[in-house]
């Protein structure tokens, strides 16, 4: 069992979506069963409001939630990957080899990584367990 | 050809034009086989463009070229952001402070963006991209020295690449999707970088004419 002091610090979570309302749905239905402890913060849609993603927000939003064990990246498709590898690459050190970007379905890898780091666990585990939720029986 | 910082401005300006007026066409394009945004974002993400290197005259051409980059990454919005994003940050990594391009630079220019957009999208040509048009047109520009009437050669070979899309089937972005339903249709992405290259052609011959 894992005991978590208070002000421990957990992997904080982005999601990269073309749709504001699509991560902002995903980060209510996360909180709703974890609780608010993990730092889940929201990088999509574009600044005048059309679908897209934007390189320097997603920067910001991992810069607001790193505090020193990472920051796992799940983004929706397409653009949202090659802009969070372009903001990756944009992020100085500690900071960028400590962001990972997750290849996983958005909402279960969201889901199943959010959860993992509400248990405390390390960058490399929160991101093999979005990772893990591809091919993932729904329908028993 | 000796392009300064200003005249390299209003080449920028040219092509933000022809992307503009061809706004409608490009979303149409990729409306049927993509997400009908293509134009828009382009749209937006050149007028922005216009408006960040306006006042960049004193400033030399790697900055104004990674400006043009940064500045399409945070605006357009879709996959051609990161996409021309990082050619055009590439194009400024490859002329540094220069304050002065000749046609040598062109080809190093885009090389360089050819190269950032095949590690950034992971593509190869062949498969319905941007590469499409541009891997032709740098080959042209490889072929021999460069000067106007090359460059005009390698428009013309990103525009029969951009023919080359309509025959095959999409691999990459959301096209892919559609499987062999793509056949038939041409690349959004090639057509707006053939659009550019054709923009760079015009601007450059009114100077020499």
Same mark, same amino acid.
């Given at each position: 069992m894992i005991v978590l002091e208070w002000g421990d610090a957990l992997v904080g979570i982005i999601l990269v979506s073309h749709s504001k309302k699509m991560a902002e749905g995903a980060k209510e239905i996360i909180t709703q069963v974890i609780g608010d402890k993990v730092k889940i913060e929201v990088a999509a849609g574009t600044s005048d409001n059309r679908l897209g993603t934007d390189v320097f927000l997603i920067e910001q939003k991992v810069l607001?939630?790193?505090?020193?064990?990472?920051?796992?990246? !799940?983004?929706? @498709?397409?653009?949202? $990957?090659? %802009?969070?590898?372009?903001? !990756?690459?944009? @992020?100085?050190?500690? $900071?960028? %080899?400590?962001?990972?970007?997750?290849?996983?379905?958005?909402?279960?890898g969201a889901i199943a990584a959010s959860m993992e780091a509400s248990f405390g666990k390390s960058l490399?585990?929160?991101?093999?367990?979005?990772?893990?939720?591809?091919?993932?029986?729904?329908?028993a | 050809m000796a392009v300064g910082s200003a005249k390299l401005i209003e080449i920028i300006n040219l092509v933000a034009n022809d992307i503009q007026e061809n706004k409608d066409?490009?979303?149409?394009?990729?409306?049927?086989i993509g997400d009908a945004d293509h134009g828009i974002n382009m749209s937006k993400g050149f007028k922005a463009v216009t408006e960040k290197i306006a006042a960049m005259t004193d400033?030399?051409?790697?900055?104004?070229?990674?400006?043009?980059?940064?500045?399409?990454?945070?605006?357009?919005?879709?996959?051609?952001?990161?996409?021309?994003?990082?050619?055009?940050?590439?194009a400024g990594q490859a002329v540094g402070t220069k304050k002065e391009l000749g046609f040598d630079d062109l080809l190093l220019i885009l090389d360089a963006a050819l190269e950032g957009i095949k590690?950034?999208?992971?593509?190869?040509?062949g498969e319905k991209t941007i590469v499409d048009a541009l891997?032709?047109?740098v080959e042209v520009l490889k072929s021999s020295p460069v000067n106007l009437k090359l460059l005009e050669e390698a428009v013309k070979a990103a525009k029969d690449g951009v023919e080359y899309t309509k025959g095959i089937i999409a691999k990459k972005g959301r096209a892919s999707y559609l499987g062999e339903r793509s056949i038939g249709h041409q690349d959004p992405g090639a057509t707006s970088c053939y659009i550019m290259l054709a923009a760079v052609h015009r601007a450059l011959s009114e100077k020499s004419s």
């Open positions: 607001e939630v790193f505090d020193g064990d990472g920051v796992l990246i !799940i983004p929706d @498709l397409g653009s949202a $990957v090659m %802009s969070a590898e372009m903001a !990756i690459e944009s @992020l100085e050190e500690p $900071v960028r %080899s400590k962001t990972h970007l997750a290849d996983s379905p958005f909402f279960e490399e585990e929160v991101k093999k367990a979005a990772e893990n939720t591809r091919g993932m029986n729904k329908i | 066409f490009l979303t149409q394009l990729d409306s049927a400033k030399d051409c790697g900055s104004i070229l990674k400006t043009v980059g940064m500045t399409l990454v945070s605006t357009v919005g879709g996959a051609s952001g990161p996409l021309y994003g990082t050619a055009f940050m590439r590690m950034r999208g992971k593509a190869e040509k891997e032709p047109a």
